[in-house]
């Protein structure tokens, strides 16, 4: 697969998230730019004010605090932009309370990293490969192997439709009748 933005995909690390409180403006801003190379064909990856306010509302994200938003809500708001890709809302609030405790902040800073590196290792694989058969853990817990196939299913989306659209521009380029 030839998608070089999909390939050089960085999202940020928890130490590398601003220490700083951020407006809604802000962290849409922030979020929306770093996940650009995942908007694909018709499928954008964008989020809107609507929707933070909605996952506040669904308890999938903390409330920000003054109007504030902390760098554990860019965490969340991180994961949540991932999985709604594949899953409900209430499948992302099960799943992120199933693999993560939101009140401990060195295990969100933890399992934040660890989800993030997993995908996008598992992302460049899938578009390298066509799946990932990678161990990521050694004797996994069920939470890991849950999480694990939560990766696969969202790799596996993001790799089938970087397809399509390579094969539509194939397509176009050489006048073929779509």
Not at 75 to 87: I, T
């Amino acid at each position: 697969m030839e998608n070089h933005a999909l390939k050089e995909l960085a999202i940020p690390r928890w130490e590398e998230l601003p220490d700083l409180d951020l407006y809604m403006d802000q962290v849409l801003s922030y979020i929306n730019s770093r996940l650009e190379p995942l908007s694909i064909g018709e499928e954008k990856t964008v989020l809107t004010s609507s929707m933070v306010n909605n996952y506040v509302k669904t308890n999938i994200v903390k409330p920000p605090v003054k109007k504030h938003y902390k760098r554990y809500h860019l965490a969340y708001l991180f994961v949540v932009m991932l999985m709604k890709r594949c899953f409900s809302l209430s499948e992302i609030g099960d799943l992120i309370r199933i693999y993560s405790d939101i009140e401990n902040p060195e295990r969100i800073a933890r399992d934040y990293n660890k989800f993030v590196s997993v995908f996008e290792s598992s992302l460049r694989r899938t578009l390298k490969e066509g799946s990932d058969s990678q161990i990521y853990f050694e004797k996994p817990k069920p939470e890991q192997i849950l999480m694990l196939s939560v990766i696969h299913t969202l790799t596996s989306k993001i790799y089938a439709q970087a397809g399509i659209q390579e094969h539509k521009a194939r397509e176009r380029n050489e006048g073929i009748p779509g």
